[in-house]
């Protein structure tokens, strides 16, 4: 039986920040994580889960020391970020006029996991448990007991960062609030001829939002939101048949390009009635999920993990008890209404573009474009969504 002062369930971008964000309090921290991701080496293939970084998120990589590690092997800063409807309707976000080099980031999801579990081979007090399965989690007196396939580990706060079907939340009878959204995502990568790595953009149509994300090189991130159907029906054809479907359906910005490999996802949105229990909480897609159409999920569960991180500090700071309801509920006050707020605003995109009837649609395109002659109101939402 090996005891800790906090285990994590998953060791992925949120688990994996959190266990380095608690690395100074001195607790001693076991994360456990199933799947091993695969090492880094630059002659690989892209990725398909890739995500937009925010400048806010950069700012807790770089805290936690895996920022330098992520530049060391790939990602690409983009300046430019638009969006549009109708052909006359755009809005262009310009980092110049946010007097910054770049609005964020695209990076693949393993690069970070890799970069922070790099990180965590510093810290003494933080144990890696990798390919581990849990056989059981049972609630002691004062702490849980977690049983790997080989080994014991007692805690006296367990916490699920083990994302959208976590077994924690399941385990604890945290309920949550979620539906599917019409929609799902196909993800497509692709090479093109042209350089066009400055600018992340996505035009909103009747079906759903087409969208780019640059990549290093000459590559790129399509995202096809389309009826679960049709993306059922894409995600069976040969890559170039999905080339054309993409000529016929995308803006025609790419230029040459050629269809590296493809996956589709379904699209829920997820909200856990509570992020805390006794001795035991919810981080990142564990505690939410929502809708990926702005890139702002694993924004959301990086500031859960700022949050969380501080008060178990403050607490140990101040000798009181850090992992006691009353300072569970200070993480869950100061993250609850932020995520709500953001789950929201994407679903009031979500359902106000997929709404054909002419005087909506008159109304949001007049919105967009207000909003782009307007700087004020540009720098406000850029600088929400950059997490500033
Ligand atoms: C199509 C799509 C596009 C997206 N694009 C963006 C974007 O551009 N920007 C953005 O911010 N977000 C984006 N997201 C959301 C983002 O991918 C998630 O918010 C993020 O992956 C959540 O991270 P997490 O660490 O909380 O959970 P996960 O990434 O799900 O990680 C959970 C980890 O826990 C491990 N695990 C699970 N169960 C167990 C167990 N029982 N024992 C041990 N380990 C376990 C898993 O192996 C995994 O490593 C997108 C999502 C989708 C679907």
Redesign the pocket.
Known sequence: MQQFDVVI????????ALACALAPTGLKVAV????K?LNYSPEQAMDL??????VA?EQLLAQVGAWPHVLKMRSCPYRYLETWEAPNSNLLFDSQNMNREYLGH?VE?RLI?LALWQQLEQFDNIELFVG???TALNALADGYQVDLSQQQLTCKLLIG????????RQVANIGVTAWDYAQH?M?INITTSAPQQDITWQQFTASGPRAL?PLSGNKASL?WYDKPEKIKALANLPLDALKQQVIDNFPQRLGEFSVDACGS?P?TRRHAQQYFKRNLCV????AH??N?LA???????FKDVVALSQVISSATEQGQCWWSEETLAKYEQARRGDNLLMQSAMDLFYLSFSNERLPLKLLRNTALKVAGKSSWGKNKVMKYAMGL
């Open positions: 369930v998953g060791g992925g971008m949120v688990g994996g456990i994580e199933k799947t991701p889960r890739v995500s937009a970084i925010s998120s695209i999801n996991q581990e399965s849990i960062a083990d994302g959208a079907n976590s077994m924690v995502a993800l994300l995202v996802f699209l981080v990142g897609d564990a999920t929502i990926p890139g702002q999920g694993v924004n959301l569960g």
